[in-house]
């Protein structure tokens, strides 16, 4: 069976950065299962295994604009120290849920500190990274009437309702 929309997909995967660090694997873990065609894995992965059949083996690298998106230097902002009022101690790496005037919520990371502001970067951590995926597709199958209705995997290796 042949990956295509509305395919349930199991993958074993090991994630690259350019320096060849290894950011993420499911090795020692359960194959990752998602619902091809919803978006739910990033954009250029997805296409990149369209039309893969379990069994095969892959080596793509995934340049940011397919990814994480590119950085967005407008999106490091210093912020006054008050406005963390109640935070003592804070460091760069520290992370910090902030909602944006227009109410969506990100998350962002200190990457400076000084005496009276706190620099934040609510890029994404990978945006700006090419990403280089060995993938193995472990299994394809038909979704269920119900996994489409709610746009995900169930199952012991999807998502469980409570
Ligand atoms: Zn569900």
Not at 138 to 159: F, I, N, S, Y
């Amino acid at each position: 069976m042949q990956i295509t929309k509305d395919k349930v997909v199991s993958i074993d995967y090991t994630l690259t950065d350019p320096q060849g660090r290894v950011l993420d694997s499911s090795e020692g873990r359960q194959p990752l299962s998602y619902l091809q065609g919803t978006g739910s894995i990033i954009p250029g992965l997805e296409r990149e295994l369209e039309g893969r059949s379990a069994g095969e083996r892959l080596q793509v690298t995934i340049e940011p604009a397919d990814a994480y998106g590119e950085r967005d230097e407008r999106l490091v902002q210093a912020i006054p120290r008050e406005a963390f009022g109640g935070i003592d101690n804070i460091q760069v790496g520290m992370q910090f849920q902030a909602q944006s005037p227009t109410g969506q919520r990100a998350i962002v990371r200190v990457v400076d500190v000084a005496d009276d502001e706190i620099t934040v970067d609510a890029n994404h951590p990978l945006a700006g990274v090419a990403l280089t995926f060995d993938v193995t597709v472990r299994d394809v199958r038909d979704a269920t009437a119900e996994e489409l209705a709610h746009g995900h995997v169930h199952g012991p290796d999807g998502h469980a309702h409570g």
